[in-house]
C-alpha cells in the first residue's frame, strides 16, 4: 500500500457569484439580477478565482484526483489548469441556479471526496451547506458580492495554499466556520438582515495554541492535559452518551483527568464521568452498547499511525460501522502526528469494505478547542 493517498478534491464555481458588484447591484442572487447584470456588461470572474486557486496545485497534480460539474462550473478551469478530472453532475440550465450548486455538491460528496473547494458568496456557501452541513470539510474561494460567511479563505490564492498543505499531508486546523446570507432585496434598500444558516467544517492555517507552546514547541505534558479537558468537557455535554475509551497512553491521560481506573491496554466504557465496564472484549463491547448513543475515543497507535488493527482489536468491525465514522473522536498531540512525516493513518479494521469507508479526513482533536485535519487510508 502507497505511503501517500491519492487526494480526492472536489471543484465547484459559481459561475454567476460577483457578477453584481462591480455593477452596484448588491449580490447575484435571482435570474433577474443576473440578466440585468450581463445586458449591462458584468464580467463572471468566479472562474478566474478559481483558476488562481488551482495553480497552487499544479505541482501536486500527480496526487490530485479532481471531481468536478459540467462547463463554467468547474469542468473548464479544470481542463484549462491540466488537472485530470471527472465530471458528476451536468446542469440543464443554460443559467446555472443554486439548485444546481446543491445537485452537484452533493454528487460530490456521494463520490468520496476528502475536502470540497467552491467559488462563489454567501449565496453559494448557504447552497453547499444544504448538500454538505459537516459530512466533508469545504473551503470558499472568494468571488462573490458578499462574502460575510466564515467558510472562504482571505484571497484565492490562499485557499489554494491551505488545500496544498492538505495534499502534501502537512496538518491544517479545522474549525467550524459560520455559514450567513444577507436578505439582498432588503440589502439594496438599505437594510442589513443577516441570517445564520449552519456551520460546516473548514481548514486554515495551523495555529499553535499560546498555552501548550514552551520556545515554540509542543510540552507534551501540557498538550495532554488540554486534549483531556476538552474531552471531558465535551463528555458533560453529552451525559447520556457511552464513550469506549481505546487504548494508548493519550486516552489513559483523559481518564486520569476523570479520575477514573484506566487499562491501557485494553478498552473500557464510560458514561457521566462514571465506569460502565472495564477491558471489555468485542462481544461485550456490542452487547453493552447496544441501542445506546455510543461514540468512540481514540488515538494513535503504534510507530505507522495504526488507528485500529493494532493493540485495539476489541473493537470489531461490526461495532465500527454499527457507531458510523461520525461517532469515532481521534485524540493525539501535534508532535504526534508531525512524528508521521507526511504518513496517513492506517486503517485496519480486518474488513477491506470498512476500511474503504473510514478512508478520507479525519478531524483529529490536538488540544483544547484546537483540532487538525489529518488524512487516513
Not at 439594496?188 to 443577516?194: N, P, Q, S
Not at 501548550?212 to 479537558?229: F, H, P, R, T
Not at 486520569?256 to 468485542?282: F, H, K, Y
Request: charged content about 25%; glycine content about 10%.
Amino acid at each position: 500500500m502507497s505511503d501517500r493517498k491519492i487526494f480526492r478534491l472536489g471543484v465547484l464555481v459559481n459561475p454567476f457569484a460577483g457578477i453584481g458588484g462591480a455593477l452596484a447591484l448588491k449580490g447575484s442572487d435571482g435570474a433577474a439580477i443576473r440578466e440585468k447584470a450581463l445586458a449591462n456588461g458584468a464580467e463572471k470572474k468566479a472562474n478566474q478565482k478559481m483558476r488562481l486557486a488551482l495553480e497552487k496545485l499544479i505541482p501536486l497534480r500527480s496526487n490530485l484526483e479532481l471531481f468536478t460539474a459540467s462547463g463554467d462550473m468547474g469542468e473548464s478551469v479544470c481542463q484549462e489548469t491540466g488537472f485530470n478530472y471527472t465530471v458528476l453532475f451536468h446542469s440543464k440550465h443554460t443559467q446555472t441556479e443554486g439548485e444546481d450548486s446543491e445537485k452537484a455538491a452533493l454528487a460530490m460528496v456521494e463520490a468520496g471526496i476528502d475536502l470540497l473547494l467552491f467559488a462563489g458568496g454567501d449565496g453559494t456557501a448557504r447552497n453547499v451547506y444544504h448538500s454538505v452541513a459537516e459530512r466533508v470539510p469545504v473551503l470558499g474561494v472568494p468571488a462573490g458580492c458578499k462574502i460575510h460567511s466564515g467558510v472562504y479563505a482571505v484571497t484565492p490564492s490562499g485557499a489554494g495554499e491551505i488545500v496544498a498543505k492538505m495534499v502534501r499531508g502537512e496538518l491544517v486546523s479545522a474549525q467550524d466556520g459560520e455559514v450567513r446570507d444577507i436578505d439582498e432585496n432588503a440589502f439594496r434598500e438599505g437594510k442589513v438582515r443577516a441570517k445564520h444558516y449552519g456551520e460546516m467544517r473548514v481548514p486554515h492555517d495551523l495555529v499553535y495554541l499560546q498555552s501548550v507552546k514552551m520556545g515554540g514547541k509542543e510540552s507534551e505534558e501540557l498538550v495532554l492535559l488540554d486534549i483531556a479537558a476538552h474531552i471531558a468537557e465535551w463528555m458533560d455535554s453529552n451525559e447520556d452518551t457511552y464513550f469506549v475509551m481505546g487504548s494508548g497512553s493519550t486516552v489513559a491521560a483523559i481518564m486520569d483527568e476523570l479520575g477514573l481506573p484506566n487499562t491501557l491496554l485494553g478498552v473500557d466504557i464510560v458514561q457521566n464521568r462514571a465506569l460502565v465496564a472495564s477491558d471489555v472484549n468485542a462481544s461485550e463491547l456490542l452487547k453493552i452498547t447496544a441501542d445506546k448513543a455510543t461514540q468512540l475515543i481514540i488515538t494513535v497507535i503504534g510507530g505507522q499511525g495504526h488507528l485500529f488493527g493494532r493493540g485495539n482489536q476489541q473493537l470489531s468491525p461490526t461495532f465500527i460501522r454499527q457507531i458510523g465514522k461520525d461517532n469515532i473522536l481521534v485524540v493525539a498531540t501535534k508532535h504526534k502526528l508531525e512524528s508521521l512525516d507526511g504518513r496517513p493513518l492506517r486503517l485496519d479494521t480486518s474488513n477491506p469494505d470498512l476500511d474503504n469507508e473510514l478512508a478520507g479526513s479525519f478531524s483529529v482533536i490536538t488540544g483544547y478547542h484546537d483540532k487538525v485535519f489529518y488524512p487516513a487510508i
